[in-house]
């Protein structure tokens, strides 16, 4: 055989082998918008996590400012009941003790959940981040894989 004819046949081949594999990449590229897809659907749900942590983290915080405020006043009535002279007085300061105590145990319960809300945005998040490191390895791994690597030889 001529040397000519044999270096054509063998570019040829290599031709058929390129024009296999873009086929074989074409085939991927639903996959891979697929994948792209879930990627950011699970990178928004991820941001969505962090915010509603610092949504929680905030409640909490506005939380400890109103508490600390309701002891403070509680603190400021049993002071001034100790110098009230009249029944009349006493009976109204008491009734405000009450009432402040009652308000105070309602808010220090609100932060208790707003610990657990927390607690539980944390978790949402952590969980999230692993899926979305998932989806990041499975795009990469896609992207590796033979056949789906996109550099072109020729």
């Known amino acids: 055989m001529h040397p000519e004819l044999e270096a054509v ?5 290599k031709d058929q082998a390129v024009t296999e594999a873009e086929a074989a990449l074409a ?3 639903p996959e891979e918008r ?9 990178e928004r749900a991820l941001e969505a996590a962090r915010a ?4 929680a983290l905030d409640r909490r915080g506005e939380l400890e400012g109103k508490i600390a405020s309701y002891r403070s006043m509680q603190e ?6 100790e110098w009230v002279r009249g029944a009349k007085e006493a009976s109204t300061l ?32 952590c969980a999230r981040g692993s899926r979305v490191a998932a989806r990041r390895s499975s795009r990469s791994a896609s ?4 056949g789906g690597s996109r550099r072109r030889r020729r």
Do not use: C, N, Y
């Open 52 to 55: 509603q942590i610092q949504a």
């Open 27 to 29: 085939a991927l590229e």
């Open 76 to 81: 400021q009535r049993r002071q001034r009941l």
């Open 94 to 125: 008491m009734a405000e003790l009450d009432l402040a105590r009652s308000v105070l145990a309602k808010e220090e319960a609100e932060f208790m959940r707003s610990g657990d809300g927390v607690t539980e945005a944390e978790r949402r998040a």
């Open 143 to 146: 992207a590796r894989s033979p």
């Open 9 to 13: 046949l063998a570019l040829q081949e």
């Open 34 to 42: 697929t994948l792209d897809e879930a990627l950011r659907a699970a």
